[in-house]
């Protein structure tokens, strides 16, 4: 069986290869191999860690990996005895802070308790309800069903919604996705990638493969990375042109940019309902997931589909039937955030749009490279030396910055550098202090640079 190197490379999987790997884990002695046990001599642990060395090192050693937050007051954070601004959190709209918000919470845990433990099959209190009701209209979608994870949905959506046929995947889908596909796999259907954003290229793959066999395209709305956004309605048109289904996860659109509107504020647009409404791509053909993790800061995800769809699934997808719900602070936090979000989440996607624009000037004006051509609150900056990425973090932490290190194989190597991500909770005093403090980087380090920046 050969892995696919490239993004255009293709993985199935078939009875015979099932077969083989089934014998790898048979005891030694057994009818069908002499080998011995598989993870006791073969060195399958120490291969991981050698292919994870740089994050391992990072998760060891550094301060800013795998750490401890002692303390947080609004987005400054308490590392030991060491004050950070935060800018790693993805809760963009701010609601983890919102006083409206987290007084509204113990009337909810008073009526139900701490979590609901049946399964969604078994029962689920009201507040689903009311949440996928109200999410149907945010969204302009005929249905939504609400499952606790992204992961959760994409392990257990993707294989059923394309069975034995051909999940096409995005060069640079979300390691989640890519996860749901190889689940998918197992089960008999075909894994083939195309280039990053690349319609033209989706197409010709598209137009190699059975017309008659189901078709899932699947991939990213805003790049987790990146903070850029396809062309959805690209790719919605493919899936409406070869009869094929495309499923997009939106988990850092959604809550942060929606429908545009003439009143809105800023060119994120209005309401935060999703890269759909922001592209306004209709539904046909399309799925829907993102979640409430992000800029709604509860433990919720969901899927807007078809009423039909979201039945089967209902039977069909093992976190409904078997997995334990949301507790209720989530499911609260969410039911009051979609108020609130009703109320004034557009002065709160302003704030974000405005704190990011001075981020992204200043990056202009330093002559530094960010990947990000959206305005979008995800910025990269990528290190001109990838092996700098502990010095550069141990300064950022040193002059209480808090970003998140984007270190390989998290990221190509010639992606390796640090992401920050803007909230509504920050101020502009920290704005400040994040431009200084990456101005003085740029004297010290070697950051990419624009053409024509002065070294």
Wanted: glycine share 8%.
């Amino acid at each position: 069986m050969t892995e696919p190197t490239t993004e255009t490379g293709a993985r199935s999987y078939g009875a015979d290869t099932r077969a083989q790997r089934r014998e790898s884990d048979l005891a030694v002695g057994s009818s069908l191999s002499d080998k011995p046990r598989r993870r006791q001599v073969d060195g399958w642990l120490d291969r991981w860690v050698a292919a994870t060395a740089d994050l391992t090192r990072l998760k060891d050693e550094h301060p800013m990996v795998d750490a401890v937050i002692d303390e947080q007051i609004g987005r400054r954070i308490r590392i030991g005895d060491h004050w950070l601004t935060d800018w790693a959190s993805c809760n963009y709209l701010g609601f983890d802070l919102d006083e409206e918000i987290i007084e509204a919470v113990p009337e909810y845990l008073a009526r139900w308790g701490t979590h609901p433990s049946w399964s969604r099959l078994l029962g689920s209190p009201r507040l689903y309800q009311e949440i996928e009701e109200q999410m149907t209209d945010l969204l302009a979608c005929e249905d939504v069903l609400l499952l606790p994870t992204i992961t959760h949905i994409h392990m257990s959506m993707i294989p059923v919604l394309v069975g034995d046929g051909t999940v096409f995947l995005d060069g640079r889908a979300h390691k989640t996705i890519y996860d749901g596909a190889m689940v998918a796999a197992g089960h008999g259907a075909d894994v083939v990638r195309f280039r990053h954003n690349d319609a033209a290229h989706l197409e010709e793959l598209l137009a190699a493969t059975d017309p008659g066999q189901p078709r899932l395209i699947a991939m990213d709305g805003v790049n987790s990375m990146t903070g850029n956004a396809p062309d959805i309605a690209a790719f919605a048109h493919l899936a409406n042109e070869h009869d094929a289904l495309l499923y997009v996860d939106d988990a850092h659109g959604f809550g942060v940019i929606g429908e545009r509107s003439p009143d809105e504020l800023c060119d994120y647009g209005t309401s935060g309902n999703s890269l759909l409404r922001h592209q306004d791509v209709p539904y046909d053909n399309v799925i829907l997931v993102a979640g409430f993790s992000k800029a709604y800061s509860s433990l919720l995800a969901f899927i807007a589909l078809p009423t039909r769809l979201k039945d089967a699934f209902k039977v069909l997808a093992p976190p409904y039937l078997y997995s334990g719900p949301s507790p209720v602070a989530s499911l609260a936090t969410t039911i009051v955030g979609l108020e609130v979000n009703r109320t004034r989440g557009d002065q709160n996607r302003l704030a974000i749009w405005q704190r990011t624009h001075r981020v992204l000037d200043a990056l202009e004006r330093l002559g530094i490279v960010t990947p990000n051509e959206s305005g979008f609150p995800i910025i990269e900056v990528p290190l001109a030396d990838h092996s700098e990425i502990d010095r550069v973090g141990r300064y950022l932490f040193d002059e209480g910055v808090y970003t998140t290190m984007a270190a390989y194989p998290l990221v190509p190597k010639d992606e390796v550098g640090f992401r920050i991500q803007v909230t509504a909770a920050n101020t502009d005093e920290e704005v400040d202090h994040l431009i200084e403090v990456v101005g003085s980087l740029r004297e010290r380090f070697q950051l990419r640079r624009t053409a024509g920046a002065s070294a």
